[in-house]
Each structure stands twice: as C-alpha cells, then as structure tokens.
C-alpha cells in the first residue's frame, strides 16, 4: 500500500470533463494540486477520477474472486501455458492462493488507490469557496465511492487498515488493521451521510451514484450484518424511486440500454481510442486459435479466454422454460484440431441444447457480447446493482423479518419476467422460501459477481463449496486433491504479502 500512497502523494488525478448529462472520464489535464482543488467543476472532475478507478474492480481481479471462487464458474484448463500468471488465477478458483497471488493483491491495491483520491476531495472541498448546496452531491459521491470500496475490502479480506484522511506524510501511510466492526461503523456512516446528500434518481441516469445506488449499498451491508430490520426499509424506498424491469431479461445488458430504469449502479465503460472500454468478453469465452464465430471478429483468444465457465452444476440449477440461460450462456461446439486446440465450428443456444457425436461443447457467458467493432473493445458496462437485486434482497428481508407473504410478491416478480412458464413461488416456510430466494439469486446474478458474496453472507460458502470440490474433483483430473478444503479461514483472502513486509503494523489473516 505504500507504493500507492506515495505515488499519489505525488500524481494529481486522472481528470475528466464534467459533464453533468453523463459520467464522462476522459483525462483532459493533469493541473497542479495546490491550485487545483478550488471550484465546483474541479471537484466534479476530481470524482469523475474515482469513478475511473472503480474499473479495476471489476476487471480480472472482480471475476476471479466473485465468481470463480464460487460454484458457478470454473476455468478452461489450458497444458500449454502454465505460467504463474495463469496458475494464480486457478488457484483462486481452487482455493490454493496465497499472500502473493498478483490478482487478490492488485484487488487490495487498487481499492487503496480509490479510497486515497476520495480522502484528498473530502479534505479538501470544505475549504473551497463556492456554495454548500453544491458540495454536498460532491461529498455524497465520494462517500458513497469510499463506502463501495471499503465494504467490498472487508468482505474479502477481513478488517483492514481505515485510511479517512489524506495521506500528507509518510508516517500516515502506515496504520494497523481496523476491526471488522470498526470498518463497517464507517460504512454506515458515510452511506447514511450520502443517502443524505445525493440526489433521487432521474431518468435517463447519468451512471453517477444517487440516493438509490447508496440506499441499495447499505441495505445489503445490513444484510451482511444480519440487520435485516434496517435493511427492510432501505429497500422498500427504493422500490418507490422510478425504477422498473426491463420487459425482456436479454435487453438489460444491451449497451444502448446503459443506466436504464433497471439500473441502479453500473461502472461505465466505452469503446474506442480514449481508453476506457471493456473486454469481458474476450476473457469469458472459449481458449481458440480463431474465436470469430463468437465474436464477429477474427481473434485469439489461447491467452486471453477460458475465464469464469460456467459449471456443469450452474448449466443443471436453470429450470426448463427460464429465459436466463440462453441470454446468459453459450455453448461453442466444434472438435480438437490437429494442433491439439479447440476449433469452434458453431455457436449454439444453451436452452436445450444436446451434443452432436464426435463434437465437443463449451458453454460461455454471453451475458457481455454484443456487436463490436476491434478486438478486445467493447461498449459494455458492468452491473453492480440492478432492481431485480433490489426486489430479491427485499424478498430475503421480508422473509427473514417474518413476512414470508409479502415476500412472495418479490420474487415472483422476477420470476415472471424470467419466463411465462415457470411455476409461481407459493410457500410459507421460511426455509424453503430462502433457498427459493437463494436460487433466484443464483440464476438472475449469474456472472456478476454475487453468487460468492451470497453463499458468505448466508452462511452457505463451506458447505456448498466442500460439495462443489468433490464434484469438480471427479470431473477434472488436473485439479489438485488439496484443493477446495474450504475452511472458515478460506473465507477471507489473504492481505498481500508485499504490504505487510512494507508495513510491521499489519497482521495476517489466520490459515495463510
């Protein structure tokens, strides 16, 4: 963490127009910091800088422990190239990292890099001569940036060091972790201050943070506290702000519908030459010489694809009838050449799919493919919460606080909107309407990095992975048998090794 305090002790950040129609995150100068942080319009485009930095995120790091590390996904397992950076990215999905893993620290990293440009705008906005009136959506952005952030550290990694001021010398580089408590006090309060401050949503939305956005981050941080009686009322609000499903499940990962009524937090990308596009695609589908079939676009993709499989076990949990499979997942068929690589010689529907003799399949996620026009440069966003998330917490909440009838309503929203023939969630028990609610997590999230979060929140994560083991241990024999002993201290990843050996304060997490 030092190596990034001190580089941004020294680096003004990536600025960007602020236009207040849409997020835009174009650097377009790279001013002095003393004389920078001075006017309403600097201040937006010093957020716009923290938006930019939400995309680490979401990029290889967010797939590999939101994902893989749960049972839906898996990895194409390549003989050929057994490089380290290949090897760690299995072992997340193995349960085999370790303190060194590059993908689990970058995660660490690049949280810190967001935290530190949120503190120097909160530090420093008080002191700026223009109106309150127009600082507080700037602080409510920030605070709910830095609570995104922080929430999504301590999920993964356990209390952690608490940085809530602009790191001016070196000695305030240096801090031991805070408690898990500790951590989520300042969740919640800077979530309750940005619910507060920002505005309710409008539509067409701007893909900045709104009152919705922070709503929804701080109910299912209650969530994640067992606070369910806070959560309730959080959720049900924003069921009242305008938001909506979209008609048909497919056209929610349109890229022209960006920051549509479903939406209620998503990170921007865009394709083109300022730098800012996506490539979730390229890492998601199958490891081939020539992926044109799949993508429009002659690539290959030995290096870049097999990334976040759908399992077998995710492929069985889609009921007959339900409209996510196919717009969620692919199935390239084809043969092995004689190079020994997968040529793909068609792509298929996932809905009811059989295999051809003499083919071999490979089911993608194709929740990201849409028409693009080069190479590894996509238009689509990532979403972060959607209102079928919204409608489904709810039901959980409902459920949870004793209220298994209203809960129904929720889910079965979803469901409708999912497929016409898919029978109606009609039980009182609270038990089996949460393992409904969980399985209608589970289909409706599929690939955007829920699924691991879930199983932890609701205590599942040991039990139901241990069981994922020994099923990809029988279907894999390349997985190691030590694999996927998955422990309470497997719960956590570790902190980076390069961090505690920059900072004796830090401690690390018990198992590793």
Partial sequence: MKKNIIWILLFVLSLSSCSKDFLQLTPDSEPNAD???????????????????????????????????????????????????????????????DAQNQWTNDYFNNSYTGIARVNTILDRIEMAGFDQAAKDPIIGEAKFLRAFYYFNLVRYFGGVPLYLKEVLKEGDAFLPRSTVDEVYNVIIADLSDAIEKLPSPSFPQSGRANKGAASTLLAEVYMTRKNFTEAEPLLQAVTTMGYNLLPNYADVFLPSNKNSRESIFEIQFMMGDQGQQSMFTYW??????????????????????????????????????????????????????????????????????????????????????????????????????????????????????????????????????????????????????????????????????HRWHDL?????????????????????????????????SRLLFPIPYLEMQLNNQLTQNPGY
């Fill in 35 to 97: 004389d920078f942080y001075e006017t309403e319009e600097q201040f937006e485009q010093a957020v716009n800088g923290v938006y930019q930095s939400l995309r680490a995120s979401v990029n290889e790091s967010g797939y590999l422990m939101g994902e893989m590390r749960s049972d839906n996904t898996h990895y194409d397992y390549y003989a050929p190239d057994r490089g380290i950076h290949i090897i760690r990215r299995e072992n997340i999905d193995d349960f085999l990292d």
């Fill in 284 to 449: 998601f589908i199958p490891k081939s010489t020539n992926v044109e079939l799949i993508t429009g676009i002659t690539s290959n993709t030995l290096n870049s694809g097999g990334w976040n499989v759908p399992t077998s076990d995710m492929m069985n949990t889609y009921e007959a009838g339900d409209s996510r499979k196919d717009a969620s997942v692919g199935i390239a068929e084809g043969i092995i050449g004689s190079d020994g690589n997968f040529q793909i010689q068609a792509v298929k529907s996932s809905e009811g799919y059989q295999l051809p003799a003499g083919k071999i399949a490979k089911p993608f996620v194709k929740k990201y493919l849409h028409t693009h026009s080069r190479e590894q440069n996509t238009d689509d966003n990532w979403p972060i919460y959607r209102y079928s998330d919204v409608l489904l917490l709810l039901a959980e909440c409902l459920n949870e606080n004793g209220k298994p009838g209203e809960a129904l309503d929720y889910i079965n929203q979803v469901r409708k909107r999912a497929g016409a023939t898919l029978p109606v969630i009609t039980t009182s028990s609270k038990g089996e309407l949460a393992d409904a609610i969980a399985h209608e997590r589970r289909v409706e999230l599929a690939y955007e990095n």
């Fill in 456 to 488: 932890v929140r609701t205590g599942k994560a040991i039990e139901v992975m241990n069981a994922h083991g020994e099923e990809m241990k029988q279907q894999y024999n390349v997985i190691s048998r030590n694999a996927y002993h998955v422990t309470e």
